[in-house]
Structures are given as structure tokens and as C-alpha cells.
């Protein structure tokens, strides 16, 4: 098995997808966002590159069965019912509800996934239950590829000190991992994080921007290791709890 990271700044293209599973990271915040949703009962979550695609989208949809959600720089898109807090997605908002979102970073990284045979959407708050998804996929031997979904085309160390987690974890007792050098560059980014991800807030530029524009909740939120005990698995255009077994933590 070899596994590849791309750390925020490359522009994916097909070969970098096609046949692999492959993980998209977003920390904040899209993908810890999803994982809130999901996990307090939403139905469904559909990403979408674009404002503009997404509301033509609900039309499709009766508007009690649908919300709209997402960011651009950083806040709540004018007429959408959601921002990207994690916070915001309770089950009293959300439950049996179809979200149609977008963002920034996370939702152009999914859409670029199209070709993978199988993708998952991972933060911290999965992290634990993406690595047993992930090895239980590639106990047959095809290769990996995590994607950093970074902030507006560059580098996010909260991204690739996740990815190199995953990294560690998907390839712990396994001898016949090939590494690029991605991969490696975020084991070594990940190895000060060993003992918890908490300092992260402190060191990651993005985690301060949130925190200086009023979010600093959503950085506390996406800083909670292994929150959640079942993944995020991206499939026929939606996002959608992973029907494998929970992770043990």
C-alpha cells in the first residue's frame, strides 16, 4: 500500500484520486461541521462548490425537507439558514433535515474526489473512526490518498497535523507502507501533537483568524479528539454516516 498527502497547496487532479480511498481533511471547519450534523440526525449532507449552485439545487426540494448552509469568509451566506459553527447544527435544527452546503475549502476538495473508489470526509472529531474505516478498505492493498483541504489554497497546520494522525494510524503495524513524502512531512508535522491536539489553537493561523472574528468556540469544538465514533464517508454526491462499526477509542 502506498499512501500520499497532499498538504493544502497542490491542485488535485484525477491520477491523484482515481481507484484510491481517499480522505479529505478539513478541520475548520467544514469537516467537523458535517460530522455535527450528521451525528445530531441530519439525513443527508450535499456539498456544492458555489453559492449559486447550491440554492438552484434546493429548489428541488420541498423547503420544509431542506436547509441551506455554508461560509464565505468565514460567516453565513446572505439568505442561508446555516452558517459553518458546528454549534449551530443541533438536533432540534437539523434532524431528518437534507443540508445543502458550501464553503471555502472543504466542499471544492470533495467535488475534486469524484474518480476515488472510496472517500471520506475526516477532522479530529473522526479521526479515530476514519483510520478503522479506512484500514478495514485497504486491508485488500489499494493505495491512499488524504487531501488537505488548507485555507483559500495554502497550507493549514491544523490539516496536516490531522493528516499525519491519520497517517500514524492507518499504517501502525503494517510493514509494507510505502510513504511519500507528504505523508512524511506530516508525521513529523503531527509527532508535537502526539499527546493532544489541544495546542493547536495556539499555533494554527487559521484557529486564531476564527477565533479573532468571534468563533473561537468552532476552534474548541474541532480540537475535541475522537468526538464522534463513526465517519463520514462521501458517496453518490452526499455526505452520510459511515455504516461500518463504531471506532474504539
Do not use: K, W
Not at 480522505?23 to 461541521?33: G, K
Not at 486491508?139 to 497546520?157: F, M
Amino acid at each position: 500500500m502506498r499512501i500520499d498527502v497532499l498538504l493544502g497547496e497542490a491542485h488535485i487532479v484525477p491520477a491523484d484520486v482515481a481507484d484510491r480511498v481517499v480522505v479529505v481533511i478539513d478541520v475548520l471547519r467544514a469537516a467537523t461541521t458535517v460530522a455535527a450534523a450528521l451525528h445530531a440526525g441530519a439525513r443527508t449532507v450535499i456539498p456544492f462548490e458555489t453559492v449559486e449552485e447550491t440554492a438552484q439545487r434546493a429548489r428541488a426540494f420541498a423547503r420544509g425537507d431542506v436547509l441551506l448552509a455554508g461560509e464565505r469568509r468565514m460567516v453565513r451566506i446572505d439568505g442561508f439558514d446555516l452558517g459553518n459553527s458546528p454549534t449551530e447544527y443541533t438536533p432540534a435544527v437539523v434532524a431528518g433535515r437534507t443540508i445543502l452546503y458550501t464553503t471555502t475549502n472543504g466542499t471544492v476538495a470533495l467535488v475534486a474526489s469524484h474518480g476515488a473508489r472510496a472517500c471520506f470526509l475526516a477532522a479530529f472529531v473522526t479521526a479515530a473512526a476514519t483510520i478503522a474505516a479506512v484500514r478495514t478498505l485497504v486491508a485488500s492493498g489499494p493505495d491512499v490518498t488524504i487531501i488537505c483541504a488548507g485555507h483559500e489554497r495554502r497550507v493549514a497546520l491544523e490539516d496536516v497535523v490531522c493528516a499525519g494522525r491519520l497517517v500514524r494510524g492507518m499504517t501502525a503495524g503494517r510493514d509494507d507502507v510505502v510513504r511519500g513524502d507528504g505523508a512524511r512531512v506530516a508525521e513529523l508535522v503531527e509527532r508535537p501533537f502526539q499527546g493532544g491536539v489541544g495546542t493547536v489553537r495556539s499555533e494554527a493561523v487559521h484557529a486564531s483568524s476564527l477565533a479573532a472574528a468571534g468563533f473561537a468556540h468552532d476552534v474548541e469544538h474541532a480540537l475535541r479528539l475522537d468526538q464522534y465514533d463513526r465517519a463520514v464517508r462521501y458517496r453518490d454526491r452526499q455526505l452520510q454516516l459511515d455504516p461500518a462499526t463504531p471506532a474504539e477509542h
